[in-house]
């Protein structure tokens, strides 16, 4: 039985596949046995597998490429989000000579939700940074076996009101 921390999950395109099927079904009610024929049957179908693969690859190093950027930005994202905050304390600090702190009040606390929002969505972007390396070892490992099709119906839901495990804080 499988566990479902332990499901692999794999996306093909439907279109090779369909068209392999019927293939496979002209070979199958064809009632003549022309074994040349055949031949250039299976060959045809050993080769639209070999393109299948071969797009599966390049799809797979695309979304790694893609998915490598991703820590990169969120750097940047949270720095711009601190030099933001920075420039709006010393300009207020600058501004509030003649105005009260009761006036910034409402300020201070929609900034201070913001920054636990972002906190919130970096710790959620670290977990999925985990899982995403989890199941990019698990699919390289050689035992891997394919889940069965209707797994990949099913989609799994984060609670939005619970935070994300992670292994480290995060400061700002």
């Known amino acids: 039985m499988v566990r479902e921390d332990e499901g692999e999950y794999e996306l093909i395109p439907v279109a090779p596949m369909r068209r392999l099927e019927k293939r496979l079904d002209r070979l199958e009610e064809s009632s003549v046995f022309d074994s040349r024929g055949i031949f250039k049957e299976v060959i045809n179908i050993v080769r ?17 490429i ?45 900034l201070d939700e913001m920054v636990k929002t972002n906190k919130m969505i970096s710790e959620k972007n ?16 050689p ?10 119906l099913t ?8 935070p994300l495990k992670t292994t480290k804080p995060i400061k700002i």
Do not use: H, Y
Request: glycine share 4%; proline share 6%; hydrophobic share 40%.
């Open 48 to 64: 639209m597998n070999q393109q299948l693969v071969d797009e599966l690859a390049k799809s797979s190093d695309a979304l790694r």
């Open 143 to 152: 035992t891997a076996r394919p889940m069965p099709m209707r797994r990949l």
């Open 126 to 141: 670290d977990s999925m940074l985990e899982l995403l390396d989890t199941i990019s070892r698990k699919l390289k490992s």
């Open 66 to 110: 893609e998915l490598a950027k991703l820590p990169g930005k969120l750097d940047e994202l949270i720095t711009n989000l601190k030099d933001l905050i920075s420039f709006i304390k010393t300009s207020g600090e600058e501004e509030a000579v003649g105005v009260t702190q009761e006036a910034f009040k409402p300020l201070v606390n929609k």
């Open 155 to 162: 989609r799994p839901t984060i609670p939005s009101t619970q």
